[in-house]
């Protein structure tokens, strides 16, 4: 039986970081995950993804206590749209024996994400 080891949210309003899309790639490296920085070349992002992949990593980050720099943790969608959380080695190590659920949301210029960390 698994326990929850932490829970974390977080909201991010999309118009304080819509400026971010016009930023060089060189600045968006140091904030995505190589994984992202794919996706967002791959299809046009909006404000409301890249507030929402915000929003999961400092969740990410109230949940689980690690500390990490943003291009670390990746935020991907499945083929159904589900999100999920890709890690860089470093948080790898860190998250063995632990397994990670995130759900997230968007309403009214609002991105909000919501992670829960379990032990195996």
Not at 7 to 13: A, F, I, K, M
């Amino acid at each position: 039986m698994s326990k929850v080891f932490g829970v974390g949210v977080d909201l991010v309003y999309e118009k304080e970081i819509a400026h971010w899309l016009d930023w060089s790639e060189e600045r968006l490296k140091k904030t995505l995950h190589s994984k992202e920085l794919e996706d967002l070349r791959s299809s046009k992002w909006s404000a409301e993804k890249l507030a929402s992949r915000i929003a999961a990593k400092e969740a990410f980050y109230k949940a689980s206590g690690i500390s990490f720099k943003p291009n670390d943790l990746g935020v991907l969608s499945n083929p159904k749209g589900k999100p999920f959380f890709c890690f860089s080695e470093k948080i790898k190590s860190k998250m063995k024996n632990k397994k990670s659920h995130l759900s997230i949301s968007h309403s009214l210029g609002c991105s909000i994400a919501f992670v829960v960390i379990e032990n195996d």
